[in-house]
């Protein structure tokens, strides 16, 4: 099915209701490829919803290309200025040369190796929420865990972590006023100027971390190194503090999931696979044709933008029975949160990591987690995130 509609699905209002997913069911379960007028996007878009349509645009031979950017927003007359640079929106020889270099230091075993910080970083986090007080979980845990695994694989010092901390949160929390203090512009621009100072740091005194892994590429510039380090900044953060929030959300609300993590009677890579699916915090990413494409019987030229809802794919009901409940023992469960084809998630080994620590520690820790009110949701297009989960939790 094709459809052609005037609203603009760039508008972040659009999501800060549980509304989006009644219209992202409904485009999904009929494979729709809607276009939004030039508006969020100043040359407008193509969406698709459905799991079928959102891997062939991914897929790994795919036609398309990131090296415009990947986000709405996509301007064609000013694409990304970190296109070609930054793995994300590099292609061909600069991303397989990136993702090499980068891997091994977010590799299934360095994410193993960094468990043990995690679980020390939550449960310090643990320690001071089970106060009996009120707990915001989408500012008091959801982002101090990520940040402070991804400031350790930057080699970002420990005293300098609260502060990246706030940074990414400014520049990556979407338009919502919660953030108003700083613009999200200005919050970026800070990032890069602290990661030339780490850059100068590191040239002194190179040690087995990010920085200085990238430094020791000759053929990569400064600006390169700067940008990569964001690429793992940005992509380190901002996802994963919300699907933390989400397994805290689903302890509140799945009825028997706490008791069930703790006594071990749920497989835990399980149940992180069903808070992926059921959070997909990675709200879209955006693809521009590279030569003639079809997507869904309807022809694009080159250059067209085409955008991948994940969430809603993840919840198609052609792929998935019962998609809006959380199925502990969901298996097979071939979510795509990680997106799909040459640029799937590169941290995807770190996240689980994180989110099975998470869970097993508040199992342990914890014998109910009640809500205080819903989730409020960000004013956000590039994540579905939560701007507020207060709970109460009762430790054992
Ligand atoms: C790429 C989601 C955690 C680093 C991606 C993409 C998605 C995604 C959808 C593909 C973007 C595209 O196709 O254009 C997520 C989710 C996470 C998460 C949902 C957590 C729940 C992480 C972590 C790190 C990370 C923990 C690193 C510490 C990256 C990098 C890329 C990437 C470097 C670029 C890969 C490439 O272009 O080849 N992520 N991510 N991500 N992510 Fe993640």
């Known amino acids: 099915m094709q459809t052609t509609t005037a609203v603009d699905l760039g508008d972040p209002d659009l999501y800060t209701s549980l509304d989006r997913h009644a219209r992202w069911r409904e485009y999904a379960a009929?494979?729709?490829?809607?276009?939004?007028?030039?508006?969020?996007?100043?040359?407008?878009?193509?969406?698709?919803f459905s799991h079928r349509a959102c891997a062939?645009?991914?897929?790994?031979?795919?036609?398309?290309?990131?090296?415009?950017?990947?986000?709405?927003?996509?301007?064609?007359?000013?694409?990304?200025?970190?296109?070609?640079q930054m793995m994300v929106v590099s292609e061909q020889d600069q991303h397989r040369k990136l993702?090499?270099?980068?891997?091994?230091?977010?590799?299934?075993?360095?994410?193993?190796?960094?468990?043990?910080?995690?679980?020390?970083?939550?449960?310090?986090?643990?320690?001071?929420?089970?106060?009996?007080?009120?707990?915001?979980?989408?500012?008091?845990?959801?982002p101090r865990i990520p940040a402070a695994v991804v400031c350790e694989i930057l080699g970002v010092p420990a005293e300098?972590?609260?502060?990246?901390?706030?940074?990414?949160?400014?520049?990556?929390?979407?338009?919502?006023?919660?953030?108003d203090g700083m613009t999200p512009r200005q919050a970026h621009t800070e990032i890069l100027v602290y990661f030339d100072e780490l850059i100068t740091a590191r040239r002194a005194s190179p040690g087995d971390d990010l920085v200085s892994t990238l430094l020791s590429d000759d053929e990569l510039s400064v600006d390169d190194v700067v940008l990569n380090c964001d690429n793992v900044l940005i992509g380190g953060n901002e996802t994963t503090r919300h699907a933390i929030t989400g397994a805290v959300h689903a302890f509140a609300t799945v009825p028997g999931l706490?008791?069930?993590?703790?006594?071990?009677?749920?497989?835990?890579?399980?149940?992180?696979?069903?808070?992926?699916?059921?959070?997909?915090?990675?709200?879209?990413?955006?693809?521009?044709?590279?030569?003639?494409?079809?997507i869904n019987g309807r022809?694009?030229?080159?250059?067209?933008?085409?955008?991948?809802?994940?969430?809603?794919?993840?919840?198609?009901?052609?792929?998935?029975?019962?998609?809006?409940?959380?199925?502990?023992?969901?298996k097979p469960n071939r979510h795509i949160a990680f997106g799909h084809g040459m640029h799937h998630c590169l941290g995807s080994a770190l996240a689980r990591i994180e989110l099975a620590v998470v869970l097993r520690e508040v199992a342990e820790?914890?014998?109910?987690?009640?809500?205080?009110?819903?989730?409020?949701?960000?004013?956000?297009?590039?994540?579905?995130?939560?701007?507020?989960?207060?709970?109460?939790?009762?430790?054992?």
């Open 56 to 84: 062939a645009v991914l897929g790994p031979s795919a036609p398309f290309t990131s090296e415009y950017g990947m986000m709405i927003g996509f301007d064609r007359d000013h694409p990304d200025n970190s296109g070609g």
């Open 99 to 142: 993702r090499k270099l980068v891997g091994p230091l977010l590799s299934r075993a360095a994410a193993r190796k960094l468990s043990d910080r995690v679980r020390a970083e939550v449960r310090d986090v643990l320690d001071r929420v089970l106060d009996g007080q009120v707990c915001d979980v989408a500012a008091a845990i959801g």
């Open 258 to 294: 706490l008791e069930r993590v703790r006594a071990g009677s749920a497989d835990v890579d399980t149940v992180v696979d069903e808070v992926l699916r059921w959070t997909s915090p990675a709200m879209h990413v955006l693809r521009v044709t590279s030569g003639d494409v079809t």
């Open 30 to 48: 009929e494979d729709a490829m809607v276009w939004s007028e030039p508006g969020s996007s100043p040359t407008g878009f193509w969406s698709v």
């Open 160 to 179: 300098d972590q609260d502060m990246l901390i706030d940074l990414t949160n400014h520049a990556f929390g979407g338009e919502d006023e919660l953030f």
């Open 299 to 330: 022809d694009l030229p080159p250059g067209t933008p085409v955008v991948a809802w994940l969430p809603a794919a993840n919840r198609d009901p052609a792929v998935f029975d019962d998609p809006d409940t959380f199925r502990p023992d969901r």
């Open 365 to 396: 820790r914890v014998s109910r987690v009640d809500l205080v009110k819903e989730p409020a949701w960000l004013r956000a297009v590039v994540v579905q995130g939560y701007r507020e989960l207060p709970v109460r939790f009762t430790g054992r």
